[in-house]
């Protein structure tokens, strides 16, 4: 069964810095298209940034741009998220997810099929 985990959530005050560390088993994450999405109580999940398996199109939410990056290391077969600058509106649920499918990254949560359970993120003074 595949299994996808999320990590490096936690606490961190508004202008502050997390990394969020994305693995999966038993396959390799660099055979497909990966996402991070943000989830807040009440709303849909929303596409944050999402890489291709060989990295060269890689696309942000209008939000992250210029604070976010995704990026993978093959060999730990871990994709990253490193976030910057955070606003309280960052606060929410952080999920991994891969596409088995496409090519390219999709913006839309119903195009992946793999999901992990998610890590907490909250930005607050």
């Known amino acids: 069964q595949p299994q996808i985990v999320e990590s490096g959530g936690g606490l961190v005050q508004p202008g502050g810095s997390l990394t969020l560390s994305c693995t999966a088993s038993?396959?390799?994450?660099?055979?497909?298209?990966v996402g991070w999405f943000h989830q807040v109580p009440g709303r849909q999940r929303e596409m944050v940034a999402c890489?291709?398996?060989?990295?060269?199109?890689?696309k942000y939410a209008d939000s992250a741009k210029g604070r976010f990056t995704v990026s993978r290391d093959n060999a730990k077969n871990i994709i990253y998220l490193e976030m910057k600058s955070l606003k309280s509106t960052d606060t929410g649920v952080y999920y991994c997810?891969?596409?088995?499918?496409?090519?390219?990254?999709?913006?839309?949560?119903?195009?992946?099929?793999?999901w992990g359970q998610g890590t907490q993120v909250t930005v607050s003074a």
């Open positions: 997810a891969a596409d088995k499918v496409d090519r390219i990254c999709r913006v839309e949560p119903e195009s992946y099929d793999f």
């Open positions: 890489l291709n398996r060989w990295g060269n199109n890689i």
């Open positions: 038993p396959f390799m994450l660099d055979w497909y298209p």
